[in-house]
């Protein structure tokens, strides 16, 4: 077991093991005061976990509430929130009670935004039980739903109470779900760990995730206390996001964060490559290592298509948009460029 404890605006321990759902109970007990605490998941989580977790927690002395939503990024708008909040308001939950977010970022990222929202601010733990919310949705509290323009733009910083990531769970991901995660693990190396880089390269961590999840939630721990309402260095975090964001969002959501994040790093490595500000084995070594955790290199999208949808994206200042861009294999930095320049940008990204 591994724990990393973020020192935010509200203090609490991310703890990384086998055997955390389980504990829930007994964790959520020694964190309120209230004993009602509401579970919220999606229809893939709950068959497999919600028993344990609402097990756990009425061992812990709660009253357990649960409110499961379809899966999926289509749910993440302001409809389900709603009746989450309406639900909440209906069970007459307290300000000394608690919300559990088990699941993926999708959960983590709606439960949060409830959480924030209800009662003008109520205690909110995370279970994570996919890689992608484990390394990076459950720890930081950036809480949010999408709208029709773009994704994750209504929301707030919101911490949670605790983060329990139960390795156990992320056992069952399918492949698929379990490589979308590690797009944001080879981003985080990518960013300023060449170390985890060549250990991603050595070796497929799947059998043995605790140490790579504990080494990536430290660094974010480490953006996060510095900089916790992303108005400096915790930008660096969305190395890719910029232009993943808009695959996303021009997909439908229909290609999964992961994906497009990994597209959206080949792109800008490519890009920077262009304009002499990366060395030029970064593109190849990401590709390369891309494949091997069978994640996408290349986007069907066009300039046009992904440029307009980027002009949505949170990080634009006015006419400058901060880009995160990788300049050696395990380091990157940010760089503003003016709104007008980002075609360009994403142009010689495309190219090959
Ligand atoms: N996902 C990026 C951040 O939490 O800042």
């Keep these: 077991m591994t724990t990393v404890t973020v020192t935010a605006s509200r203090s609490y321990d ?36 919600l028993a344990k977790a609402e097990k756990s927690l009425k061992n812990g002395g709660f009253t357990v509430s649960t409110f499961v939503f379809p899966a999926g990024e289509a749910s993440k708008n302001g409809k389900t929130w709603l009746e989450l ?3 909440l308001a209906a069970e007459h939950l307290t300000r000394g009670d608690l919300l559990v977010a088990l699941g993926g970022g999708v959960v983590g990222d709606l439960t949060g935004f409830a959480a924030a929202s209800f009662l003008r601010g109520i205690a909110w733990l995370q279970l994570p039980t996919t890689l992608l919310a484990a390394v990076d949705a459950s720890v930081g509290g950036k809480t949010a739903i999408d709208l029709q323009n773009g994704k994750n733009l209504a929301g707030a910083f919101y911490q949670p109470t605790g983060v329990l990531c139960d390795t156990d ?24 760990s060449k170390p985890l880089l060549e250990k991603l390269a050595a070796e497929n961590f799947r059998a043995a995730p605790e140490e ?10 480490d953006a996060v206390i510095e900089d916790e309402y992303d108005t400096g260095t915790r930008r ?15 997909s439908g959501y229909g290609i999964s964060h992961g994906k497009a994040v990994a597209m959206g790093m080949m792109v800008i490595a490519r890009a ?6 990366c060395l030029p084995e970064v593109p190849e070594k990401l590709s390369a290592l891309l494949e091997r955790y069978h994640l996408p290199c290349r986007t069907e999208y066009t300039v046009p298509q992904l440029y307009e949808k980027a002009l949505s994206d949170k990080k634009r200042l006015g006419d400058t948009l901060t880009l995160v861009i990788p300049t050696e294999w395990g380091a990157s930095r940010l760089h503003n460029v003016p709104v007008e320049e980002l075609p360009d940008w994403i142009a010689k990204g495309l190219e090959s």
């Design 236 to 250: 660096m975090l969305n190395l890719g996001h910029t232009v993943g964001h808009a695959i996303e969002v021009c």
């Design 212 to 221: 790579i999840i504990a080494a990536c939630v430290a660094m974010k721990r």
């Design 14 to 49: 991310v703890e990384i093991g086998s055997g955390l759902l389980q504990a829930l109970g007994a964790r959520a007990a020694g964190l309120v005061n209230g004993r009602h605490g509401v579970i919220v998941t999606d229809t893939n989580v709950a068959p497999l976990y």
């Design 169 to 192: 769970t992320l056992a069952t991901l399918p492949d698929e779900i379990f490589a979308d995660g590690c797009a944001e693990v080879i981003k985080y190396g990518l960013l300023n």
């Design 272 to 277: 920077a490559v262009k304009k002499n500000l």
């Design 85 to 87: 909040l309406e639900f």
